[in-house]
């Protein structure tokens, strides 16, 4: 018999798994779900950006699939709309201009990178 202190959290996870699976989402959108999750109940933040990471390098760089590198876009775009807003920020120093200022170049850079894979 199923330990009962985790029983509350096993019908989360099968609800969501069943509701993913009736709305029709990806596979990998699913997995993602399941993912986030399991490391909110666990209490391991990052056990979600661990499984994100290995999905992007492992199906998105290698087997090319458009939803994860879509995804991994998406993330990159944002947090360049982020980055871009600090550089315009006056309140930064000389120096922390120089630096977000690379940040920036480096997210343009990845974004270029990530829509080749995407459109290859």
Do not use: W
Not at 15 to 35: D, T, W
Not at 95 to 113: D, M, T, V
């Amino acid at each position: 018999m199923a330990d009962k202190k985790f029983f509350g959290a096993v019908q989360e996870l099968r609800i969501k798994l069943n509701e993913s699976v009736n709305a029709g989402k990806e596979p990998l959108e699913i997995i993602l779900e399941m993912a986030k999750l399991l490391g909110e109940i666990s209490g391991e933040d990052s056990y979600y950006r661990t499984i994100r990471e290995q999905i992007l390098a492992i199906y998105g760089f290698a087997l090319k699939d458009k939803f994860i590198l879509e995804d991994e876009l998406a993330e990159v775009k944002a947090r360049l709309e982020k980055i871009c807003a600090a550089y315009e920020n006056p309140e930064f120093t000389e120096e922390e201009h120089i630096r977000i200022g690379y940040a920036l170049e480096s997210h343009k850079k990845e974004i270029e990178r990530l829509e080749r894979l995407k459109n290859s």
